[in-house]
């Protein structure tokens, strides 16, 4: 029965289809937001009509909110009408010719950080014709996921090539207009990566060596949708240790991940985008909406993320636990030297019985750094026998830095045992001059106990990225002792 | 503001219209209700205050306690031995039923002279209104302003420097609602009575004195009426001053209470609070510690059942070297009760060398029963120690078990496990009296009868 809501709706969705301009020629959409740049983005990448609707009541959701000032961080307005909202990738002929042309201080980094000097070039966005074997490596693993039935592609070719999981899945575990920035991302989302893995798949290899070749230039609205069938098992690593060459400074990104039962989803993040100079200018802001959904029994969602770069951070992956004995896992080590302002965390909600969840939380500030935990466990009246451990450590490094801690619990069963500790310091004299009187330097030292500090998060991280990581940390906290 | 706001802020401000702004604190009372009218009252989008449901008291009109019809001896049941007191009924001075103790300015603050007005005009109200929100942004805390403009009583104790009290001093705000509104049932009452206790404590330097105050109804039976009562402690440097809030209102009482203390160098502040009765309960605190190796310790106790909801939101700030705080809450939850804890530590860049420690703990005994914990830290200074920790639970089965397997039964072993698990707050009461009032109340609490809390 049609009600007054939905004849109101049904002529607010009608307007579109008439006199919208779209120049599908054009590379580049002139600044700004509106129903028809959406209707140019969604036109440009060939897009269903279902979806071009989906992002239009994003879009329409989204003039509805307002930004939202909880978080602990400061930063300029942002001018939504001033953004470009699409750009195509870049030509060849714009790009660097070769690393010479690249700010020496970045390359300086990619020495630290024992980047090889192919993948340098890939990642300065150097313009090179068949990087090294990229393209066969990339073929290669396409054909071994193919043979098990995973699906890993761009955003874009899933929508091509399995409109139906796509519409089936988008927008589950983050609905369009879940919050702010979600809302806008699901209006403009430009790429991202689209992950399927069938029933009892295994999935034979970390997606992350694929992708660090393959997911360049996604865009500042990147959207990433991962799905793992029942009893399948995946472990994902988005992002990259080296310090991105990236104009856009607004980046907001959704992440959903679906496991059914007996799935597993691993999903670590190292993100090291531009963080602006010292005084914290031209730094990237990264507001990601990041969530999880333990659909079925005995699934499993594990986050892990090493936060050093952008500079104003505000991300809080997080964890449904719906499935009975379903498992969520947080482990975060975020970085905030320098102007950087993290407010990061995460939230578990746990609807299922025996559910359980695990938050690790390791903050540490240098310089006038400020790096906020907020994190929300909530147990909700049918989660009999939920279990949840958090801990949110905080690490001072200098005077002028602030390490804030913010956990929301919610308790509403008996049954649940939920522990929350935190706690706050800093870096030893004595740890430090022990270290002296044995010959190591103060930087090395000081390198050192982070990494101890650090530890349990990077023990999750996957093997080459624990070690990549911990040079990160080395680099990004450089100078701020002594 | 919304027209909505209005009417649930205006008949606080007609309350004031008919009482005026005399004395020694008139300018005070003026600024606070002026305050109070821009702040209007909080709302659900309001951080500190969106876990608490203030519609029944919004909902109801709020008239003046009324009477102070308190039999002979009425007060009796809740006074300890061995100690000087002060009472109030319904918010107003029973002298009666008190004895004021010698040796300190203790008065009543409906007719202060002398010396005490100078204390008045420098003290009341000074840090109250400024920064008195436990929210970060230090707004004004709308009941806390209320009661500035609005008690008519109160007590304001100087303790002399260098001055240590031999004996507690005990404050009893007794509420004796009348009949009309003690009888309106089904939801909020139309009309409410309401209170606005007030205390005062400046503690000279080097001195010492322990205060209890004890919030409890005449008639454990009534319902329907509001304390909203302020508290405000001046540490001077070196003293000690040991706080016991004791509130046992009636069932159906809400109570609104903020406190504030400033600690000076070398001082220090113990506050232990504990919460028995009431429907609708919030208890305030904000704590500065305002000079070098300033101390202070708050601890509190909540043990509820039925629909009954207490909120204890509290504010340490840190804003000198040297300083120490220490938090303890315990919650004990049955029924459909439901609680929040709130506390923030804040920790200035000047802090260093702070230790502060934040602990709440949940006991959760029935199904419906709901606990809100969110312990914060926020720390600008590299060279401190700050720990919280939070648990939300049931009792220990493996405990249960122990007990069971020496053959106590299962009732009793539930009952030594959550008294045990409460009293780590009780037994830190040091006045014999009040610790064994307290186990008492504890006692009757959890076996679900009612105490009226008399001790011999």
Not at chain 1, 157 to 184: C, I, M, S
Not at chain 1, 268 to 290: H, L
Not at chain 2, 367 to 387: G, H, M, W, Y
Request: with cysteine; hydrophobic share 40%; glycine share 10%.
């Amino acid at each position: 029965m049609p009600t007054a809501t939905d004849t109101i709706e049904a002529l607010a969705e009608r307007d579109y289809e008439y006199g919208f301009v779209t120049d599908v020629e054009q590379d580049t959409a002139p600044p700004g937001l509106s129903e028809d740049i959406i209707a140019f983005i969604s036109a440009k990448k060939n897009e269903p009509q279902w979806l071009l609707d989906w992002r239009l009541q994003a879009y329409r959701g989204w003039l509805k909110m307002v930004e939202p000032q909880w978080a602990n961080v400061r930063y300029e307005p942002i001018d939504y009408q001033s953004i470009c909202y699409y750009a195509a990738p870049k030509s060849d002929d714009d790009r660097p010719k070769s690393l010479d042309e690249i700010d020496p201080e970045i390359l300086a980094t990619y020495e630290k950080l024992g980047i090889p000097l192919k993948e340098q070039e890939v990642l300065a966005g150097v313009a090179v014709d068949a990087v090294f074997d990229s393209v066969s490596v990339a073929t290669t693993f396409r054909e071994k996921l193919a043979e098990l039935g995973v699906i890993f592609c761009s955003f874009s070719e899933a929508v091509q090539d399995h409109p139906e999981l796509v519409r089936k899945y988008l927008g589950t575990v983050v609905p369009r207009r879940d919050n702010f920035f979600a809302a806008l991302n699901s209006a403009v989302f430009s790429d991202g990566s689209f992950v399927y893995i069938p029933k009892g798949v295994r999935c034979p290899m970390e997606l992350s060596t694929y992708f660090r070749i393959n997911a360049m230039n996604t865009g500042q609205f990147e959207r990433t949708l991962s799905i793992a069938h029942e009893g399948s098992n995946v472990s994902y690593l988005e992002g990259c240790t080296a310090p991105m060459r990236d104009e856009n400074q607004l980046h907001a990104a959704v992440v959903e991940l679906v496991a059914h039962e007996d799935a597993q989803i691993k999903y670590s993040t190292v993100q090291n985008w531009y963080p602006g100079d010292k005084e914290g200018v031209g730094g990237i802001y990264n507001f990601v909406t990041k969530r999880g959904l333990c659909e079925g029994r005995r699934s499993k969602i594990s986050w892990t993320q090493v936060e050093t770069g952008s500079a104003v951070t505000w991300k809080y992956p997080s964890c449904i636990l719906r499935g009975d004995d379903s498992v969520g896992e947080f482990y975060s080590v975020a970085v905030s030297n320098n102007r950087q302002q993290a407010d990061t965390g995460t939230k578990m909600v746990h609807v299922g019985k025996r559910t359980s969840s695990t938050i690790i939380s390791k903050g540490i500030s240098a310089g006038e750094g400020q790096n906020t935990y907020r994190g929300s466990v909530r147990i909700l009246r049918s989660a009999e026998d939920a279990r949840n451990f958090s801990q949110c450590d905080s690490m001072l490094i200098g005077d002028r830095c602030g390490a804030h801690t913010f956990p929301y619990i919610d308790v509403a069963n008996p049954t649940a045992q939920m522990e929350h500790e935190a706690s706050t310091s800093k870096i030893g004299e004595d740890q430090i001059f022990y270290c002296n009187q044995r010959g190591i330097d103060t930087e090395d030292a000081v390198s050192m106990i982070v990494n101890g500090f650090c530890k349990e998060v990077f023990r999750e991280l996957p093997m080459e990225f624990a070690v990549e990581a911990q040079k990160l940390l080395e680099v990004s906290l450089e100078g701020s002792v002594g | 503001m919304t027209s909505g706001a209005d009417t649930r802020t205006g008949p606080y401000l007609e309350l004031f219209a008919g009482r005026g702004a005399g004395g020694p604190v008139g300018a005070r009372r003026q600024q606070a209700i002026e305050r109070f009218e821009a702040a209007g009252f909080p709302g659900s989008r309001d951080e500190e205050w969106r876990q608490t449901n203030l519609g029944p008291i919004l909902r109801a009109r709020p008239v003046p306690a009324s009477g102070g019809a308190l039999g002979e001896g009425g007060a009796l049941p809740f006074l300890y031995p061995d100690c000087d007191r002060m009472v109030f009924v319904n918010g107003r001075y029973a002298p009666a039923a008190s004895s004021p103790p010698e040796g300190v300015t203790a008065f009543s603050l409906a007719d202060p002279a002398g010396a005490g007005a100078d204390l008045l005009a420098e003290h009341l109200g000074a840090s109250v209104d400024g920064r008195a929100s436990c929210s970060a942004d230090a707004g004004v805390h709308p009941f806390a302003a209320l009661n500035t403009a609005l008690f008519e009583d109160g007590v304001a104790l100087g303790i002399p420097a260098g001055t240590a009290l031999e004996r507690p001093i005990q404050v009893l705000w007794l509420s004796a609602p009348s009949a009309d509104a003690a009888a309106a049932e089904g939801g909020a009452p139309a009309s409410i009575e309401v209170s606005f206790p007030r205390l005062l404590v400046v503690a000279g330097e080097n001195s010492q004195a322990a205060v209890i105050e004890t919030f409890a109804a005449a008639d454990p039976a009534a319902g329907g009426y509001f304390v909203c009562p302020a508290a405000e402690f001046v540490c001077g440097a070196g003293s000690v001053v040991r706080h016991t809030r004791l509130q046992a209102d009636a069932a159906g009482a809400f109570h609104l209470g903020f406190q504030h203390a400033r600690v000076d160098r070398s001082a220090a502040f113990d506050s232990s609070s504990l919460a028995f009765g009431g429907a609708l309960v919030r208890n305030d605190t904000v704590a500065l510690l305002d000079g070098e190796g300033a101390d202070c310790t708050l601890d509190g106790l909540y043990v509820l059942d039925g629909s009954q909801f207490t909120g204890n939101h509290m504010r340490v700030e840190h804003r000198q070297p040297h300083t120490t705080s220490h938090q303890l809450y315990k919650g004990v939850l049955d029924g459909q009760a439901r609680s929040v804890f709130n506390g923030r530590i804040y920790v200035h860049q000047a802090a260093q060398k702070t230790d502060a420690k934040q602990t709440n703990r949940n006991l959760l005994l029935s199904k419906a029963a709901l606990a809100n914990s969110n312990p914060q830290l926020e720390i600008f200074a590299d060279d401190v120690r700050c720990t919280h920790g939070s648990t939300i639970g049931r009792l220990d089965e493996e405990a249960l078990f122990y007990l069971r397997a020496r053959g106590i039964g299962f009732e009793e072993a539930h009952g030594m496990l959550v008294h045990a698990f409460a009293r780590e707050v009780t037994d830190k009461a040091t006045f014999e009296p009040l610790r064994r009032d307290l186990e008492a109340r504890l006692f009757a609490s959890l076996n679900g009868g009612r105490s009226n809390g008399q001790d011999g």
